[in-house]
């Protein structure tokens, strides 16, 4: 198939862009998150289509993506006052909630639970795409399923060129992680996966907000939000998280270093702007200032696919302090090293 890309300020191709997608094609675009791999919601046989070209698991739902309020009435049961002062704060915005779904929503998109994930996307072209589609876009992630999620038209090029009609390019995503998934069902409001709206903005408007304890206790939950029990934005190499005060880990990464180039593997590192004429690697990614969270978070999916592109054996990571976006940037990092953390200061 041919993939047509296009600048989201061309507007007569933004216009057939929208067409195709109202039409039952697939049309990837930019969100303030990361880019978004659309279908019409309602129409079951496209967002069959999501599935088959990411080739992601049938059980793992799709979030709903509208550009209006009114929009939200038509694909829920009901809106819970906690939801509805998180709309006044939050949307449009990185912030997924889960609802009782209506009977409009199609099985497929939801695999088949008795609730729906909606979110209202920040992004004026995400905004525009979507009011003049005239539809609700189901969108995942537009990258491969397991693969780092995309965050510029590049990646999305990298990963479903070939496999959707229309591409629309609005530049690098400016939160670079994901959106928050926030169960709004319950009494208290439980985070499924945090992202861009930190837990901290979320406490500041509802008091009280909990967190699935899948996302701090590893061992056999069963996961409330499916897509968490999947191995995620991996890059291809096996990577390794140090934890620790700033000066052992560098230490401690230094060491894993050589021992790797001795093995004669290629070694990449991921690093803060702190330590990153610290390393001796082959591959250094520099994520940014950690005085920054936000910067490292955009940079973040770009850093784990240059390893990928520089085809490294093995990932050395440093950790980030698990507060606001931080705790965003840790649970996607863990996911990606499927949790394989090493300590610092411990001797071994
Ligand atoms: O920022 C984002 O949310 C991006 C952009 C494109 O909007 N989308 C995105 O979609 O990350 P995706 O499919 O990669 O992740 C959706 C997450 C998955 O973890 C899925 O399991 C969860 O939301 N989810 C979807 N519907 C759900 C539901 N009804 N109940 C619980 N979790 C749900
Ligand atoms: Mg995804």
Same mark, same amino acid.
């Given at each position: 198939?041919?993939?047509?890309?296009?600048?989201?300020?061309? #507007?007569?191709?933004?216009?057939?862009?929208? %067409?195709?997608?109202?039409?039952?094609?697939?049309?990837?675009?930019?969100?303030?998150?990361?880019?978004?791999? +659309?279908?019409?919601?309602?129409?079951?046989?496209?967002?069959?289509?999501?599935?088959?070209?990411? +080739?992601?698991?049938?059980?793992?739902?799709?979030?709903?993506? $509208?550009?209006? $309020?009114?929009?939200?009435? *038509?694909?829920?049961?009901?809106?819970?006052?906690?939801? !509805?002062?998180?709309? #006044?704060?939050?949307?449009?915005? /990185?912030?997924?909630?889960?609802?009782?779904?209506?009977?409009?929503?199609?099985?497929?998109?939801?695999?088949?639970?008795?609730?729906?994930?909606?979110?209202?996307?920040?992004?004026?072209?995400? =905004?525009?795409?979507?009011?003049?589609? +005239?539809?609700?876009?189901?969108?995942?992630?537009?990258?491969?399923?397991?693969?780092?999620?995309?965050?510029?038209?590049?990646?999305?090029?990298?990963?479903?060129?070939?496999?959707?009609?229309?591409? $629309?390019?609005?530049?690098?995503? =400016?939160?670079?992680?994901? &959106?928050?998934?926030?169960?709004?069902? &319950?009494?208290? /409001?439980?985070?499924?996966?945090?992202?861009?709206?930190?837990?901290?903005?979320?406490?500041?408007?509802?008091?009280?907000?909990?967190?699935?304890?899948?996302?701090?206790?590893?061992?056999?939950?069963?996961?409330?939000?499916?897509?968490?029990?999947?191995?995620?934005?991996?890059?291809?190499?096996?990577?390794?998280?140090?934890?620790?005060?700033? #000066?052992?880990?560098?230490?401690?990464?230094?060491?894993? $270093?050589? *021992?790797?180039?001795?093995?004669?593997?290629?070694?990449?590192?991921?690093?803060?702007?702190?330590? !990153? #004429?610290?390393?001796?690697?082959?591959?250094?990614?520099?994520? +940014?200032?950690? %005085?920054?969270? *936000? =910067?490292?978070?955009?940079?973040?999916?770009?850093?784990?696919?240059?390893?990928?592109?520089?085809?490294?054996?093995?990932?050395?990571?440093?950790?980030?302090?698990?507060?606001?976006?931080?705790? !965003?940037?840790?649970?996607?990092?863990?996911?990606?090293?499927?949790?394989?953390?090493?300590?610092?200061?411990?001797?071994?």
């Amino acid at each position: 198939m041919d993939t047509i890309i296009i600048n989201g300020t061309n #507007d007569k191709a933004f216009k057939d862009a929208a %067409k195709a997608l109202r039409d039952g094609k697939l049309v990837a675009f930019p969100t303030e998150t990361v880019y978004g791999l +659309g279908a019409d919601a309602l129409n079951p046989d496209a967002v069959r289509r999501i599935y088959e070209a990411k +080739g992601r698991p049938s059980d793992n739902p799709l979030i709903v993506h $509208i550009a209006e $309020i009114s929009s939200l009435n *038509e694909l829920v049961a009901e809106i819970p006052e906690a939801a !509805a002062l998180l709309i #006044d704060a939050f949307w449009p915005g /990185p912030l997924t909630m889960v609802f009782k779904k209506s009977n409009l929503v199609p099985d497929i998109i939801t695999a088949g639970l008795d609730t729906v994930a909606v979110r209202m996307p920040d992004n004026p072209i995400a =905004q525009k795409l979507i009011k003049e589609a +005239g539809v609700p876009v189901a969108a995942p992630s537009a990258n491969i399923s397991g693969r780092p999620s995309p965050t510029t038209c590049k990646h999305v090029i990298d990963d479903m060129k070939g496999r959707i009609e229309y591409i $629309i390019d609005g530049g690098p995503c =400016q939160v670079g992680v994901e &959106s928050t998934v926030l169960d709004v069902t &319950s009494d208290v /409001p439980v985070i499924l996966r945090p992202g861009g709206v930190t837990l901290e903005m979320l406490e500041k408007v509802l008091g009280n907000v909990y967190t699935d304890p899948v996302l701090e206790i590893k061992g056999d939950i069963k996961p409330r939000s499916p897509g968490m029990k999947y191995r995620h934005y991996s890059p291809k190499a096996e990577m390794f998280l140090i934890s620790g005060d700033p #000066d052992p880990v560098a230490k401690k990464i230094s060491e894993l $270093i050589m *021992e790797s180039k001795r093995k004669g593997l290629r070694v990449g590192v991921l690093t803060s702007r702190e330590n !990153a #004429d610290k390393y001796n690697a082959d591959v250094i990614v520099n994520v +940014g200032s950690v %005085k920054h969270i *936000e =910067q490292i978070a955009a940079g973040l999916y770009d850093s784990l696919r240059t390893f990928d592109d520089k085809k490294v054996d093995i990932i050395y990571s440093e950790t980030f302090e698990e507060k606001g976006v931080g705790r !965003a940037v840790m649970n996607r990092l863990k996911k990606a090293s499927a949790g394989r953390i090493i300590k610092a200061d411990e001797e071994n």
